[in-house]
């Protein structure tokens, strides 16, 4: 299996130079190949492929449910790996009509689309009725960070996660690029058939509109960000039903779409 992290040396520098001591994160270009061609390749840690290569076709439309996908491998090479899917014929031929190329940087979300419509698709509707307390928001903001091993290792890797009340933190997956994990969370929680309607979705970055897109898809009816959205998220948030909760940090956050579901 291709390492996750790395330790380096680096030469450190307060009042003077020493040498140094610190662990960085992999990235690896990681293809998506559907049916037997590329349909991606994304920059990625190479971890959880098949939450990867799972949510992603699920977040980018190209089956509608896992039942749609038939058979899932890995393959290694020097250069990086193949998550390879087999999807469903009628999948298949949907897929071959549009399909593009998409080489991009770590987790870039939007590289290869071929369309303003494409990037600008409409957001699924979000029927989830959880509600949360403005204690419980702390309670999963301060869940998120002790949970991310590779992030304390590397301090440089983004993380998304579910958590619900009572249960806590349930699932998370981290990775080098902020769409890369919540495509893995994505995946992780339709291959565990995990309950998405009843848990807040966390997420260690900014959010941008097809971050919103993306948990859409996942069901989640609360999203909860450290950092702040953009407008077009904001609007995509709204048209979705979606309570957007950003800017949460431990002495606070702010709401920004969806106050009904914030007690």
């Known amino acids: 299996m291709i390492a996750t992290h790395a330790p ?15 662990v960085i994160p992999e990235e690896t270009a990681v293809a998506i190949v559907v049916n037997g061609g590329t349909h991606a390749v994304m920059m990625a840690t190479p971890a959880d492929l098949e939450d990867f ?6 977040t980018e439309g190209i089956v509608d449910s896992l039942g749609e996908i038939e058979r ?6 020097e250069t990086g790996v193949e998550a390879r899917l087999w999807v469903a014929a009628g999948r298949a031929r949907a897929l071959a009509a549009r399909r593009r190329a998409m080489a991009g940087p770590t987790g870039c ?6 369309s303003l419509g494409e990037a600008m698709r409409p957001v699924r509707p979000v029927a989830a009725g959880l509600t949360l307390s403005a204690a419980q ?3 999963a903001v301060a869940s998120l960070r002790p949970a991310q091993s590779l992030n304390a290792l590397t301090q440089a890797v983004h993380a998304a996660g579910l958590w619900s009340p009572g249960e806590g933190l349930s699932l998370l997956r981290e990775d080098v690029g902020r769409h890369n994990a919540l495509d893995k969370l994505v ?9 998405t309607t009843g848990a807040a979705l966390l997420l260690t970055s900014r959010v941008s509109i097809e971050m919103v897109q993306k948990a859409a898809v996942l069901g989640a009816g609360i999203v909860i960000a ?23 940090r431990a002495d606070g956050f702010e709401i920004f779409t969806g106050e009904e579901r914030i007690i």
């Open 187 to 195: 995946g992780a929680a339709a291959r565990q058939g995990a309950d």
């Open 72 to 77: 899932f491998e890995v393959l290694e090479y």
């Open 109 to 114: 979300g939007l590289c290869g689309i071929e």
């Open 53 to 58: 290569a799972t949510g992603f076709a699920l």
């Open 226 to 248: 450290v950092s702040a959205p953009t407008a077009t998220a904001l609007r995509a948030a709204t048209a979705a039903g979606i309570t957007l909760v950003a800017i949460a």
């Open 137 to 139: 928001v702390l309670e």
């Open 8 to 22: 380096v040396a680096p030469l450190k520098w307060n009042t003077g130079l020493a040498p140094g001591h610190r």
